[in-house]
């Protein structure tokens, strides 16, 4: 099993739609989370931390249950601008160093 | 605003040349990366770095070398360039457990 999951997608919705991304984790050691968007041919960009307690930026929201060990990212009132790879990363360290462990990515469509 | 550049964008070499790519972070991170992206496979680490002259393998280390001399700049040496090292080279940065931040990309073609 991979240490981190994604459903690859495509994600195909129409405008104003609401989508949610799921990813999984298999090491329960992880300690920080974050969500990236990579558009078509350009690099990863930082899109949102996820905490425990969830956090909220405009139309995303991400969220993050330790129990069953998954992150999620919510997309309320989808753009066309949206359209996107989404790729989720999970951060831990120990005393060996710090591992940063990335998805492979869920693509995202939004058509008019 | 995090700054990290790639000393190229495009590069096309032929089988069997050196080649280097160099990566530059102006936040005084301690940390630096290597991935290379391919359709599929995602982002897959090459190599990483934890300070100054510092070096550790990633998860595909084969056929590439790194160079930290100075904290700024961590370059990728590709010692003699195979057709299966044409991918888009990614470079990154960060404090310690912390984002990254990414440069913009080298995409390499090996003929």
């Known amino acids: 099993r991979k240490e981190v999951e994604q459903d690859p997608g495509p994600f195909n919705v129409p405008e104003g739609a609401t989508v949610a991304f799921n990813c999984t984790y298999s090491?329960?050691?992880?300690?920080?989370f974050f969500w990236y968007r990579q558009d078509c041919r350009k690099e990863p960009k930082l899109l949102m931390s996820v905490y425990s307690s969830g956090n909220e930026d405009g139309r995303f929201t991400a969220q993050l249950n330790r129990a069953s060990q998954y992150i999620s990212l919510l997309i309320r009132d989808s753009k066309l601008s949206d359209s996107a790879t989404y790729l989720c990363v999970v951060i831990r360290w120990n005393q060996a160093g710090t591992a940063l462990i990335f998805g492979k990515g869920t693509t995202l469509s939004v058509s008019s | 605003d995090v700054k990290v550049t790639q000393s190229s964008r495009y590069l096309v070499k032929r089988t069997g040349e050196k080649v280097f790519l160099e990566c530059v972070q102006d936040?005084?991170?301690?940390?630096m990366f290597w991935y290379r992206q391919d359709p599929g496979l995602g982002l897959r680490l090459i190599y990483f770095?934890?300070?100054?002259?510092?070096?550790e393998k990633g998860d595909i280390p084969e056929g590439y070398s790194v160079s930290r001399e100075k904290k700024e700049r961590f370059s990728l040496i590709l010692e003699s360039a195979s057709t299966n090292q044409t991918s888009m080279y990614l470079c990154a940065s960060s404090f310690q457990g912390r984002e990254q931040y990414f440069g913009p990309g080298t995409r390499l073609t090996v003929t």
């Open positions: 090491n329960s050691a992880s300690q920080s």
């Open positions: 770095s934890y300070d100054v002259k510092m070096k």
């Open positions: 936040m005084d991170h301690e940390n």
